[in-house]
């Protein structure tokens, strides 16, 4: 593989195109997935005027399934573009498909530089980037300590966070042929403040989440600490 002035190897990624508007096959997937997932889920959203209208702004909601990021566009009324684990992008079909839909992958455990560069491209464009903090799937055993790229994208590129609360996906096809009820709540946008670490943002990103979610779903982020 080739390697620039500076030694670096360039990164794959580059050679492909990754959207930054809703293309005719998400369009047409999105209609067809939205009438699909009423056949066997019903949701309850609340608070989705919390999103701003416009400029750019980060979801960080909670992670349950594979599924989530389904209700979670329907729920609201901006297209997301979403980080995705670089796992889901080897299969050359699959990559090609997610991209269409306006996913990006991100190497967890590092430092992806070219994952956060492609982060900031989304929010300078002034589009909604969903971003799931945990990093991972809880499967329904409660919230997980978070990670703080949501907050360092925020301070980066100084735009809101809105925390989103999404809850029974894990129960989905567990009763089936009974639809499976999810919710979906919204907070209120939190900006980043200038003395703030990125943790104290994630912290607050998570709290808030962690109030709109079952007792027994909020997990490592149970109890506020007094003072918070």
């Not at 369009?27 to 066997?40: M, P, S």
């Not at 907050?151 to 639809?179: D, N, S």
């Not at 027994?216 to 003072?227: I, K, W």
Request: proline share 9%; glycine share 8%.
């Amino acid at each position: 593989m080739p390697v620039d002035d500076a030694g670096n190897r360039p990164d794959p990624r580059d050679q492909k195109t990754y959207y930054l508007n809703v293309t005719p096959l998400r369009y047409v997937v999105t209609a067809i997935l939205r009438e699909a997932f009423k056949l066997i889920s019903v949701s309850e959203v609340s608070d989705v005027e919390n999103l701003p209208a416009s400029g750019p702004v980060i979801i960080a909601a909670n992670h349950l399934t594979n599924f989530d990021v389904f209700p979670l566009q329907f729920a609201l009324s901006r297209p997301i573009f979403y980080m995705g684990k670089e796992e889901l992008f080897r299969n050359p079909a699959l990559d090609w498909f997610l991209r269409q839909l306006g996913a990006f992958p991100v190497y967890r455990g590092a430092q992806d530089g070219w994952a956060i560069a492609h982060a900031e491209k989304v929010l300078h464009q002034g589009l909604v980037l969903g971003i799931f903090p945990e990093g991972s799937r809880s499967k329904g055993r409660g919230l997980r300590p978070a990670k703080t790229g949501a907050a360092r994208l925020a301070h980066a590129v100084a735009c809101p966070i809105v925390p989103i609360a999404i809850h029974g996906t894990e129960y989905m096809f567990r009763k089936f042929p009974r639809r499976t009820k999810i919710y979906i709540t919204a907070g209120a946008p939190l900006y980043p403040q200038p003395s703030e670490t990125h943790l104290a943002l994630t912290d607050r990103v998570m709290f808030a989440m962690a109030e709109m979610l079952p007792p027994e779903a909020r997990g490592v982020y149970t109890y506020r600490p007094s003072g918070f």
